[in-house]
């Protein structure tokens, strides 16, 4: 496994090596020892599968109590992923990282708790896996405006986007409730 850093050094790329041959590919997603030595040594507890559409953009979600680190893989289709510091103390702060994540390259971004995480799909139907650090919290769940000016967030947008109702009156950045 290879890890790569983002402009963001606490959230990375994770390039799993694939083994292909006639019959088709294997891959390792995960395991804990390769990623600890990268500074991932984190307890999964729980595993989201979600399909969306074309042009569809979920996010930005995060919860403010139990936040949830995240592991995000694409099996189907493709999506630019993002990722928004909420620490206060960070020096990050305010600033996203985004990255194109598909089935073909098999890519992961971790996504540290304290972040909050959005994606636009950027191909027909994408399926989007995510092991998640602590467990769905509904009152604890927040969401920050998708095209918040303040954080200027560049989604390769090829129309107008699918957006729930939810995301669509989430919270501006400025009034959002962040991390210590």
Known sequence: MKVIPTKIPDVLLVEPEIFTDERGFFMETWRRGALAEHGIDVEFVQDNHSRSVAGALRGLHY???????KLVRVTLGEVFDVAVDLRKSSRTFGQWV???LSAEDARALWIPPGFCHGFYVTSGPADVHYKCTD?????????????DSELAIEWPLSGRPLISDR???????AAAQCFA
Do not use: H, M, S, V
């Not at 467990?135 to 095209?147: G, K, M, T, V």
């Not at 995301?167 to 950045?173: E, H, S």
């Open 63 to 69: 919860q403010i109590r139990q936040p949830q680190g």
């Open 167 to 173: 995301d669509r009156g989430a919270t501006p950045f």
């Open 135 to 147: 467990f769905y919290a509904p009152e604890y769940d927040r969401c920050i405006l998708w095209n």
């Open 98 to 100: 985004g990255a194109l």
